[in-house]
Nanobody, 114 residues
Framework: QVQLVESGGGLVQPGGSLRLSCAASGFTFSSYAMIWVRQAPGKGLERVSD????????YYADAVKGRFIISRDNAKNTLYLQMNSLKPTDTGEYCC???????WGQGTQITVSS
């Protein structure tokens, strides 16, 4: 079955960096665009970043543009999100998803705090 498993979350100080990974299985990873979304405490779901099948087209929310980098390794069936210059407002649960098959990972928590 389709499975998406995130890793790499944790506690980081403002200005720090983290790299999230999303291991995909159960579908042909290279055939689908993928997305990262997040949900801050008490707030709704926010689309963070998208990447197309080949990895050469990306989208970033204004809130993360210039700080986050989405990438993928189709040979490893893995999606990444490099997060730099983290802010307290980046705190939340981050999930990867296949927007076509409508499958979501379980999420990984990011807390940005001093």
């Amino acid at each position: 079955q389709v499975q998406l498993v995130e890793s790499g979350g944790g506690l980081v100080q403002p200005g720090g960096s983290l790299r999230l990974s999303c291991a995909a299985s159960g579908f042909t990873f290279s055939s689908y665009a993928m997305i990262w979304v997040r949900q801050a405490p008490g707030k709704g779901l926010e689309r963070v970043s998208d990447i197309n099948r080949g990895g050469d087209m990306t989208y970033y929310a204004d809130a993360v543009k210039g700080r986050f980098i989405i990438s993928r390794d189709n040979a490893k069936n893995t999606l990444y999100l490099q997060m730099n210059s983290l802010k307290p407002t980046d705190t939340g649960e981050y999930c990867c998803a296949n927007p076509v098959l409508w499958n979501w990972g379980q999420g990984t928590q990011i807390t940005v705090s001093s």
